[in-house]
């Protein structure tokens, strides 16, 4: 009958450090898949984070860089305006992109530089420990927001997919889910997407994914599924934002 | 092919694509936005590639994503953007890629002036950015010397998988002289396939690269560190460029001082030549490595009574000769800072000061 599943090929075989209940392992499992089915393992060239998934090139089996914190769009504008050929992606969490990187993910989005951004929102951050993020929720505790992030004093969390829509060049925004089989399923659709949009190097885009962190949250990993349905994704809706044939103008598509 | 009239940061502009280097991201800031203005319609003329970064931030690591591609790639700034590009050079020379970056000094600290300076020796030479790593640095002291420099830069940052910095200041951005560009360099082979994220496909490899700087395990990053070291160790036995002048005559005074400012004090020196007054001069030509074995030697010449270091800031370049002299003789500063320009005067009267 022969293998139906298997490992993808653009996946390592190393054993991650996430933690039980984390999606980043799915996250992963789905950009390299997609990377198989497009067949462009040997022309990809990854930009890994400073998080939880600084480490993320010890799991995928193609050229990856590393970038210091928030610069990945920087990076994947200078590896896509030197060599367009290559297929560029930053991986990016919440403090990276919404925090020290709010800078660079507006620019390059603005720009409609032609790669692709996986956007990983689980509303803290992870890898130091549980700090207060730019999309902690209101109330939610966190090691730097021990009362629950007070909104009087530090504002409403930010929705990057909405923020990065209001630009007019951005072409591909979109906002999906990886906490659930049904949601799963729609999210690797539109990291396919993204990626088919850079091959027809047609437009920048963006893919945020609504995740979980248990471990931070507190909660175990079955109560953080319940939590994210229940609190996450009614604030960070999901759905495209933006696609090609809404944007006007026709700059991106070259 | 002639000498061309041209202004310092065009031709710094030039001399990148002259040396094969087709990539360019910067930043306005003055006194060095007309590199940018340049090259934002050179670039496209020889199918280049021009971008103006959202900010020197942006701009360093735009510089470091081309480069980790095994591209040529260079920027140019002034002070307060080297600042702002340190965290990307720290991390370039941690990933040992190759890039080449252009600082137009002009005065600090902070927003400090529009105007020359040599104020950023120090960060130049001992590292603006955190960690144990070195620039190549190399200052020159006129237009046809910064062409040369910026074109030798590429193969060296290159030969030693390392960034490269040419420490310019506002006034050879600014002025207009005579340039003669060498030869168009000829691309040497490189051994970036064995580092380089340029797509395992054009590598024609199933094996891939990665360019990081993490190294979380102490004794793997402690070698990496030493790996880096060997490289700076190299540079001090290979790369060592200066210009000695007037320095066969018997001085009483040395002077140490390198561009802009070395050539206002080569004037200070022909004139008090013609009063009858001998003072030699080391000019260094790469500010790391320093010329420390052709300081150390001039100020034990028997006639020599004292080092001066020439500088236009607040005394950097000074430590340096201090700890190279050894104590042969004493070692003193003069300068000025804000953008002021000591005249050959005022350099004259200073030499006269401590002569008997």
Known sequence: MGKTFKRPEALSEMDSHYCPGCTHGVAHRLVAEVIDELGIRGRTVGIAPVGCAVLAYNYFTFDFQEAAHGRAPAMATGIKRVRPDLVVFTYQGDGDLASIGMGEIIHAANRGEKFTTVFINNAVYGMTGGQMAPTTMPGQRTTTSPFGRDVNDVGMPIKVSELLSALNTPAYITRQSVIKPKYIVKAKKAIKTAFEYQLERRCFSFVELVSTCPTNWGLTPVEAVKWAEETLIPYYSLGDFKTPEQVKGGTDAK | ?356
Not at chain 2, 71 to 89: D, H, K, Q, W, Y
Not at chain 2, 216 to 224: Q, T
Not at chain 2, 275 to 280: L, M, P, S, Y
């Open chain 2, 1 to 356: 092919m002639g000498k061309i009239l041209m202004k310092g940061n065009e031709a710094i502009g030039e001399a990148g694509i002259r040396a094969g280097c087709l990539n360019y991201f910067a930043y306005p800031i003055t006194p060095q936005s007309e590199v940018a203005e340049y090259l934002s319609h050179r670039m496209p003329e020889v199918g280049g590639v021009f971008l103006q970064g959202e900010s020197e931030v942006a701009v360093g690591y735009m510089i470091f994503g081309a480069a980790a591609c095994g591209e040529r790639v260079f920027t140019t700034s002034s002070s307060p953007g080297i600042s702002l590009m340190s965290e990307a050079i720290s991390y370039i020379a941690g990933a040992q890629c190759p890039a080449v970056f252009v600082n137009i000094m002009r005065g600090g600290p902070g927003l400090g002036g529009i105007l020359p300076s040599q104020a950023d020796y120090f960060q130049a030479t001992k590292g603006g950015g955190h960690g144990d790593y070195r620039l190549l640095v190399m200052a020159p002291a006129s237009v046809q010397e910064a062409v040369e420099m910026v074109m030798a830069a590429f193969p060296l940052a290159e030969k030693y998988r390392n960034p490269v910095m040419i420490l310019g200041d506002g006034l050879i951005g600014q002025m207009m002289e005579p340039v003669e560009f060498p030869e168009h360099l000829k691309s040497e082979p490189s051994n970036k396939d064995d580092w380089a994220t340029n797509g395992m496909d054009t590598r024609k490899s199933k094996k891939r690269n990665l360019v990081k700087s993490l190294f979380l395990d102490p004794v793997k990053l402690n070698e990496h560190n030493l790996i880096l070291k060997a490289k700076y160790d190299r540079m001090k036995c290979e790369e060592v460029r200066y210009e000695p002048y007037n320095a066969d005559s018997d001085y009483r005074i040395l002077i140490v001082s390198y561009g802009t400012m070395s050539r206002v004090c080569k004037t200070a020196v022909d004139n008090l030549k013609a009063e009858g007054i001998d003072v030699g001069m080391i000019r260094p030509q790469t500010l790391f490595p320093f010329p420390e074995e052709a300081v150390f030697q001039a100020a034990s010449k028997k006639s020599c009574r004292m080092a001066l270091s020439i500088e236009m800031s607040m005394g950097q370049m000074v430590e340096d000769v201090e700890r190279c002299v050894h104590g042969k003789c004493p070692v003193r500063w003069y300068g000025k800072c804000g953008g002021e320009v000591p005249t050959p005067e005022e350099i004259m009267d200073v030499v006269r000061s401590y002569l008997p």
